[in-house]
């Protein structure tokens, strides 16, 4: 015997679930090729209390020629009942599955101990006591390490019957029981090794040789101390305890250097790792699809709904012959469902559909492949015809490619939820997020390991932002960082869920395959990963949210029509394809400034008549879509020539005409396809398969034969070309499939997108109130798109409006006769929506706008309003038909506040009872109604003095997150600094008091900062005395230069006019200059 199975090991994955989040920082494909060279036979991972990655472990390690063995070292604890107090005990002990029926059962216990809710998990995942002697011959077990309960009892005299109880269970089950030696040099393990020996002895049970690894090597193990040092964490004692990898011959020295046991016994220990690795059976994962089945008939079924879903699209009153070619269709997508078994799938995607449909939730015209299929669009789950636009349905589901169909489906952002809630309690269907991994990076290694070297917080931050650019000298000047830097670099801290993925399934989730819950995460999540779960052929949906399909919808419920969709639209109206030119906001994935420029030249006069020239009448929808595959990377060759509407010549007529279309570039995938059926004769389906071999750079060779043979016969017959003159034209016009094999956009997906782009400029266009309502409803909290709707709203003339008393609700509203929108109230900070749509009802009463006292004695009566609310309200002028804010905030502090009244202005009502409340007696509350209303009119008489300039946009600032007001009487030059970023040049951006304008202006770094003072600090209001406008910068090849395209707009001169509340008060207040 000259090798053992490692067994008790820890990979960064214990990180997610240890308690001190820094366990190791070792990948366990490290451990596993350190295995390999060591010409183990067998492996099993024990992370502290979890499986994650188990799936991909096990591909590792059979890889390597290796048995896999399933394990985890789970927490104990002696019970959950949160009724007797939640204790954090939490033993360690460790499970191995004997065979398949005991992972599927180590998998159902963890996924237990991940419960928040019960009280499984407490600081760790958890399974008690009872539990634990609860499981299977299934399960082999070990005692573990100085954590172990066995330990732990019997070092607390209290626990004597606890130790004694679970010794004589361990007894009872010594045929799936070891007793754990390690060779730690602590004197506890020295200690505890000589009391599992002689337990061993008395109980019949075989010592078996642990290593609790948790590092690949020594360079690992101080990464690993410097990792816990900046967690502010310790294990004690960690000098004592070798936690490297060790080779056989390492390990039977580590046990003659500890000298606690003779050497027969802890070489026969080291010998039971190999027997109990023999004890465990290997076993194979079933791969075959996993779709939930929600009917027992499905085909039936499917069939049934195909043939509701042909009378609901109008289809079965189509011409004959039109009819037959739909029908047609419809057969050979069938047949391709049923040879896939796909059947399900499309059922349970109909469901989902149907329900949301039934909730008034409207999901995306389409997304991806799925738009070929027809069968997609009669059940409803695209809105995509797909004969109609020439969609190809084998780019979805190919017959001769066996995978998972993958349909991702865009939902509105604010029902998103609704849809993943219902998913998650439909009946017959398992489901479950899916696990993800945040791993350190560059700049979060360097901030661990600085903060664990005591290194100066102000030097760490100078070098995390500035790594990008100046890494060769921080390696030189800072080694020891950089030592332990490179070995966190990737290391995983902690785990989420996919954003938009999840898992459906037939069978039963937490068993085979486990689950956790993170803190942030509503239902349970896989713990394997996406790729685990598709080698697996696991069902996974996409359900995404996009906001311009919420801004289609909800537009056009408020503009009362019926909801657009591409069947419905009139795509030929061309004032709505003009406005394309002058603005694309709204219009999906054209409103970033090179997306319109782009289109601005495509749909220019002089580029729509060279094409209407070339290829006579086309349709604007097809235009947009090949807009929408130039601008992608893939588009860079022929993306400018396109936008002119140069057209290419291809070298032959043939496929000039099949180009045509296109200008005669290939811009889509589906035209390769397209391509190998009409010149080539290919099928559809193969068509997609050589597609997918080109994308693989192995098809080219691969291909070339069938492909050469078929084109060569192609031209021959149809062209009366010979077989040289083919050979020719066929060669160079590879480079252009290879190209667009490797990055050509979809036209699948390209044609739905390209009608939501379309449809949002139609709204926008003829309901341009509606429209900005909703889109300032979903983008308000982005300053940046708020600001580019705003200024799209002057261009139309349409005024945005601050919140009103009377006009205003929870979220921004229209009023058609004054073609303005109001701010709504719900997102103003410390305001809700139920204070909103109160103060909305109570506007509907006529109030005498010199008796503000009345309408606040209704607030107080018939609304939820508290102090904060009225304060912030009456500050953003939201009661300005009734007076100045000042005047205002003095009435409504002594009816709200118990606050006495300025005794220099108001001494007359000093002693007077002014606090005004819901619970007092009708007769006390006229009295101070009357002796309120006689303070409102000395008030309004001697008004307080007025908020100040700075006060009210500072306030504006932190309650709105912008400023609003804006002061006729000051100069244009006078600004307020809103916000400074000083990450590189430092950058200000200025609120214009007069205009109401926002501005980014740059600032030289040695002009900004002077001595130990910054130049400006947020608050400032200053006069803006000299600008520059100069060329920006770009990265090009790592070096920057300047970019005369872009420009930026420096501040030269400057004098402050009034100090922010940041600027330290020994600071004089003498205005100072940029000199």
């Excluded at 004997?98 to 101990?113: A, F, H, I, Q, R």
């Excluded at 069938?334 to 008034?360: A, G, R």
């Excluded at 080219?700 to 043979?709: K, R």
């Excluded at 609003?964 to 000083?982: G, P, R």
């Amino acid at each position: 015997m000259d090798n053992y199975t490692v067994y008790h090991i820890h990979s960064d994955l214990s990180n997610l679930t240890a308690g001190t989040g820094a366990d190791s920082v070792t990948k366990f494909v490290d451990y596993l090729d350190l295995a390999e060279k060591y010409g183990m036979n067998s492996f099993c991972f024990s992370e502290h209390g979890n499986q994650m990655n188990w799936i991909k472990k096990k591909q590792g390690i059979e890889k390597r020629g290796m048995k896999y063995i399933h394990g985890n070292e789970v927490y104990l604890t002696r019970h959950t009942d949160k009724q007797q107090g939640l204790i954090r005990d939490n033993y360690h002990y460790m499970l191995i599955a004997k065979n398949y029926e005991g992972v599927k059962e180590l998998n159902t216990l963890t996924s237990k101990s991940f419960n928040r809710q019960d009280g499984h998990f407490y600081y760790n995942p958890r399974i008690s006591f009872e539990e634990l002697k609860s499981t299977s011959d299934n399960i082999i077990m070990t005692s573990a390490c100085l954590a172990s309960p066995l330990w732990r009892m019997y070092k607390n005299p209290k626990l004597k019957n606890e130790l004694e109880d679970m010794l004589q269970w361990m007894g009872d089950n010594r045929h799936r029981m070891f007793l754990e030696i390690q060779y730690h040099t602590h004197p506890e393990q020295f200690e505890f090794n000589k009391l599992l020996h002689q337990w061993s002895k008395d109980l019949q049970i075989p010592l078996i040789a642990g290593t609790d690894t948790h590092a690949l090597n020594r360079e690992h193990q101080e990464a690993r101390k410097i990792f816990l040092q900046s967690k502010g964490a310790t294990y004690g004692n960690e000098d004592m305890f070798d936690l490297t990898f060790k080779s056989f011959q390492e390990l039977v020295g580590m046990f003659e250097s500890q000298r606690a046991l003779p050497r027969n016994v802890y070489l026969e220990a080291i010998h039971n790792t190999n027997s109990m690795a023999d004890m465990v059976e290997e076993f194979s994962l079933d791969k075959t699809p996993k779709y939930p089945k929600l009917y027992e008939n499905p085909i039936e079924v499917f069939k049934q709904k195909i043939n509701d879903g042909v009378v609901k699209r109008g289809i079965h009153q189509f011409p004959k012959e039109k009819r037959n070619e739909y029908y047609d269709r419809i057969k050979e997508e069938i047949d391709t469902y049923i040879k896939l078994d796909s059947v399900d799938y499309m059922l349970l995607q109909k469901k989902i559909i149907d329900w949301c449909h039934e909730n008034e939730i409207y999901q995306g015209y389409g997304r991806g492949s799925v738009n070929g299929s027809l069968i997609a669009y009669v059940l409803g789950i695209t809105e995509m015809d797909s004969i109609k636009h020439k969609l190809n349905f084998f780019r979805f589901l190919n017959p001769d490619r066996v995978s998972l169909p993958d349909i991702d489906i865009d939902f509105p952002p604010s029902r998103r939820q609704d849809v993943i809630d219902y998913l998650s309690g439909l009946d017959g269907v398992e489901f479950a997020e899916i696990i993800t991994f945040n791993t350190l990076a560059d700049k979060g290694s360097i901030r661990e390991v600085g903060r664990a070297l005591d290194m100066s917080l102000d030097v760490v931050d100078h070098i995390a932002k500035n790594i990008e650019t100046d890494e060769k000298k921080f390696r030189k000047e800072y080694p020891d960082l950089f030592q332990y830097v490179d070995v966190l670099k990737g290391v995983i801290q902690s785990m989420g869920s996919h954003p938009s993925g999840f898992v459906v399934s037939p069978i039963d989730l937490d068993k085979h395959l486990g689950t956790v819950y993170t803190k942030e995460s509503k239902h349970r999540v896989t713990s394997v990963n996406m790729k685990e779960l598709d080698g697996e052929n696991y069902v996974k949906l996409d359900i995404l949210g996009l906001d311009n399909i919420e801004l289609i919808n909800e537009t056009c419920k408020l503009a009362g029509i019926e909801r657009l969709i591409p069947d419905n639209i009139d795509t030929s109206d061309l004032d709505v394809w003009k406005t394309l030119r002058e603005s694309t906001l709204g219009v999906f994935q054209f409103e970033g400034d090179s997306a319109h420029a782009y289109l601005k030249t495509l749909f220019s006069d002089e580029t729509l008549e060279k094409i209407h020239h070339d290829l006579g009448e086309v349709d604007y929808i097809d235009l947009l879509s090949l807009a929408n595959g130039a601008i992608r990377p893939s588009g860079e060759s022929y993306r400018y020539d396109l936008a002119k509407g140069i057209t290419k010549d291809n070298g032959h007529e043939g496929l000039n005409q099949f180009l045509s279309e296109t200008l005669g570039y290939m811009v889509f995938q589906e035209q390769i396809m397209r391509f190998l059926t009409d010149f080539c004769g290919f099928s559809g389906a193969e068509s997609d398969s050589v597609r997918r071999g080109l994308a693989k750079k192995v098809g080219t060779e691969q291909f070339l034969p069938a492909i050469e043979a078929g084109f060569i016969e192609t031209m021959r017959t149809q062209y009366d070309e010979d077989e040289e003159h083919a050979k020719q034209i066929l060669q160079s016009f590879l480079k252009v499939i290879e190209d667009a094999s490797d990055y050509g956009f979809s036209v699948n997906h390209s044609q739905p997108y390209s009608y939501i782009g379309y449809i949002g400029a139609y709204l926008r266009h003829h309901y341009p109130l509606e429209f900005l309502t909703v889109a300032l409803n979903l983008r308000g909290n982005d300053l940046d798109k708020t600001t580019k709707i705003v200024h799209y709203a002057k261009q139309k003339r349409i005024e945005i409006k601050p919140i009103q008393f009377g006009k205003s609700r929870s979220v921004y509203s229209f009023s058609k006769d004054e073609q303005a929108i109001y701010k709504g109230i719900q997102s103003i900070k410390y305001l809700n929506a139920k204070v909103a749509e109160e103060l909305y009802e109570l506007a509907k009463k006529d109030y005498d706008r010199d008796n503000f006292v009345m309408l606040v004695v209704d607030m107080l009566e018939h609304t939820t309003i508290d102090t904060r609310q009225m304060e912030i309200l009456i500050r953003l002028d939201f009661f300005q038909e009734f007076g100045r804010q000042e005047v205002l905030l003095e009435i409504s502090k002594v009816m709200m506040d118990r606050k006495k009244p300025d005794g220099e202005l108001y001494p007359e009502f000093v002693t007077v009872s002014l606090k005004y409340t819901k619970g007092h007696k009708e007769k006390t509350k006229q009295q101070r109604i009357a002796n309120l209303e006689n303070f409102e009119k000395a008030v309004r008489d001697h008004p307080p003095q007025k908020v100040s300039l700075h006060e009210q946009i500072s306030f504006e600032k932190e309650t709105l997150g912008y400023a609003v007001s804006t002061f006729e009487d000051v100069s244009e030059s006078f600004a307020v600094v809103l916000d400074i970023d000083k990450k590189f040049t430092p950058k200000i951006v200025l609120y214009r008091v007069k205009t109401g304008e926002e501005s980014v202006l740059k600032v030289n770094k040695k002009k900004f900062y002077q001595g130990d003072d910054d130049l400006l600090y947020v608050g400032d209001v200053i006069q803006i005395l000299e600008t520059a406008e100069k060329n920006g910068w770009k990265n090009v090849n790592g070096k920057w230069v300047q970019n005369p395209e872009a420009k930026d707009i420096w501040l030269e001169k400057c004098k402050l006019i009034r100090k922010s509340k940041e600027r330290d008060a020994v600071l004089d207040n003498n205005c100072r200059s940029i000199v």
